[in-house]
C-alpha cells in the first residue's frame, strides 16, 4: 500500500525567508506522480507544483521548488521569499494509475510579518 | 471558466439523519472524486468516476455512503444515518480523462452531526 507522511504538523517562518516543508512516502510502484497542494482557510485546495517520478530534474513554479529523492523517496518543498499569502495548510499527494490521490496530514505554515 | 462547486457550503444535521451533498465538476471533466478531510487530518480517499467505467467504491467507510453521478456530470454523495463521525470536509475534485492530469477541487461541504 501507498503512504505518505509529513512530519511537521506546524511551522513558522518569517516574511521573505525561506522555509522548507518535508515529504516521504512508501511505495513499490515506479512510475507515479507527486504533488504539493495548499489549502488556504477558504478551504480551496491550490496545486502548488508537480514532479513526474520518471523526471530526475527538480520541479520549479516560482518561488516554489521541490527536492525529490526517489530513491529515498523524499519530496520536500521550498518556498522562497516567503509571503503572508502564503500561509495556509500544505499537503504532500502521491499518484498512480489507479486515479486517486493520496494524502499526508498537512503541515500548517504560518507566514509571520 | 467556472471551477468545481459544491453544494451546500455548510450542512448542520441530526444524528440518525441522512444528507446528500453535490458537487458539480468543470465541464468537460470526465473523472471526478470524493475525499473526505476530518479534523486535523489528512484527506482520504472515498470514490472515483471515470467517464461510464463502474467507480472505484474502495474508500467508501460504510454501507451508508453512496454516490451516483448523472450523465457524467453533477455527482451526489449520500449518507444515511449519519453518525456523529461523519463530521468532516467533504471534498470534491475534477480532472480531464487520463490518469495524470490535474485534479481540480471544490471548495467543499463542511458537515456537522450533532
Known amino acids: 500500500a501507498q503512504t505518505v507522511t509529513q512530519s511537521q504538523p506546524e511551522m513558522s517562518v518569517q516574511e521573505a525567508e525561506t522555509v522548507t516543508l518535508s515529504c516521504t512516502y512508501d511505495?513499490?510502484?515506479?512510475?507515479?506522480?507527486l504533488f504539493w497542494y495548499k489549502q488556504p482557510p477558504s478551504r480551496q485546495m491550490i496545486l502548488v507544483i508537480r514532479?513526474?517520478?520518471?523526471?530526475?530534474q527538480n520541479a520549479t513554479e516560482n518561488r516554489f521548488s521541490v527536492n525529490f529523492q526517489k530513491a529515498a523517496k523524499s519530496f520536500s518543498l521550498k518556498i522562497s521569499d516567503s509571503q503572508l499569502g502564503d500561509t495556509a495548510m500544505y499537503f504532500c499527494?502521491?499518484?498512480?494509475?489507479?486515479?486517486?490521490?493520496?494524502f499526508g496530514q498537512g503541515t500548517t505554515l504560518q507566514v509571520k510579518p | 471558466g467556472a471551477g468545481v462547486s459544491q453544494s451546500p457550503s455548510n450542512k448542520v444535521t441530526e444524528k440518525g439523519k441522512d444528507v446528500e451533498l453535490r458537487c458539480d465538476p468543470i465541464?468537460?471533466?470526465?473523472?471526478l472524486y470524493w475525499y473526505r478531510q476530518s479534523l486535523g487530518q489528512g484527506l482520504e480517499f472515498l470514490i472515483y468516476?471515470?467517464?461510464?467505467?463502474?467507480?472505484?467504491k474502495s474508500g467508501l467507510p460504510s454501507d451508508r455512503f453512496s454516490a451516483e453521478r448523472t450523465g457524467g456530470s453533477v455527482s451526489t454523495l449520500t449518507i444515511q444515518r449519519t453518525q456523529q463521525e461523519d463530521s468532516a470536509v467533504y471534498l470534491c475534485?475534477?480532472?480531464?480523462?487520463?490518469?495524470?492530469?490535474?485534479?481540480?477541487f471544490g471548495p467543499g461541504t463542511r458537515l456537522t452531526v450533532l
Open positions: 475534485a475534477s480532472s480531464l480523462q487520463g490518469s495524470y492530469n490535474e485534479q481540480f
Open positions: 511505495t513499490s510502484e515506479s512510475n507515479y506522480y
Open positions: 514532479q513526474e517520478a520518471y523526471k530526475q
Open positions: 499527494a502521491f499518484f498512480w494509475n489507479t486515479g486517486k490521490l493520496i
Open positions: 465541464s468537460g471533466h470526465t473523472a
Open positions: 468516476f471515470q467517464g461510464n467505467s463502474a467507480p472505484d
